[in-house]
């Protein structure tokens, strides 16, 4: 992705969960860091494609999807998700949250 978000925000879920190890903030950095770097993580490769239409048009949603590392999981869902709204928005926001959260 060319042009960086204007805000990046995590769902309460996220948020709580993180807070519980400093190793789970990490792990959302550094997908926050695949995802803005045009790695769309354990995508399908429809998915995959629409992400980089959407990057090459300057417009329209970014979808990645990361699994979580069995030994950073606490039984919650087992991906992660963020999506950049609207690439053709220049206050786009970037969203970290769970599946179920959606």
Not at 4 to 9: A, E, G, Q, S, Y
């Amino acid at each position: 992705m060319n042009a960086r978000p204007v805000l990046i925000v995590t769902t309460a879920g996220v948020a709580d969960w993180a807070a519980e190890s400093e190793h789970r903030t990490a792990w959302l950095a550094h997908c926050l860091g695949r995802h803005l770097a045009g790695d769309w993580g354990d995508l399908d490769i429809d998915d995959r494609h629409a992400n980089d239409h959407a990057v090459r048009n300057r417009d329209g949603r970014l979808l990645s999807r990361y699994d979580v590392p069995a030994w950073l999981a606490a039984g919650g869902d087992p991906a992660l998700w963020i999506i950049t709204d609207d690439l053709g928005d220049p206050d786009t926001a970037t969203t970290l949250l769970w599946p179920s959260e959606y």
